[in-house]
């Protein structure tokens, strides 16, 4: 039955996936460093995660939230941090740099035309020059070589 004041039910909610979470992670320790506080989950293989749902896992059913911790360890917040970042750092230097592109500025590159992206997209001018995928058409710059 549902409550009368919605932030009654609100604050019900929170508790009820807040008392989920604490009860998983009663007996769980960073799989890396040992340590059992500020634990997270981590997918180690990040493709498998289910991402066509709510990432609240918490408010799954049991069997559905158990089929998708199978493919999940767990990291303690400095850990999953790392790894992360470690995936992300491969995952950039994996994907060729798109000249004339703000990501090709962002990503270090500095030839002159990802430069004058990185120019135009700090200046506000984020004309993201649709016909050409998010690249500068010179065509639209006249002060380009």
């Not at 994996?94 to 590159?109: E, F, L, N, Q, V």
Request: proline content about 4%.
């Amino acid at each position: 039955m549902p409550y009368k004041d919605s932030s009654k039910q609100r604050e019900y909610v929170r508790k009820w996936v807040a008392d989920r979470r604490a009860a998983w992670f009663s007996d769980k320790y960073c799989v890396q460093c040992g340590n059992a506080e500020d634990l997270e989950i981590d997918h180690i293989v990040p493709e498998t995660k289910e991402r066509k749902i709510d990432h609240n896992i918490w408010s799954w059913s049991q069997e559905k939230r158990d089929a998708e911790l199978q493919k999940c360890q767990v990291l303690c917040h400095d850990c999953h941090q790392e790894k992360s970042s470690a995936e992300n750092s491969a995952r950039q230097s994996a994907t060729p740099i798109t000249h004339g592109s703000y990501w090709g500025y962002r990503r270090g590159c500095r030839c002159y035309l990802c430069s004058f992206a990185g120019k135009l997209y700090r200046a506000g001018i984020r004309r993201s020059v649709k016909d050409s995928g998010g690249q500068i058409v010179p065509s639209l710059f006249p002060d380009m070589p």
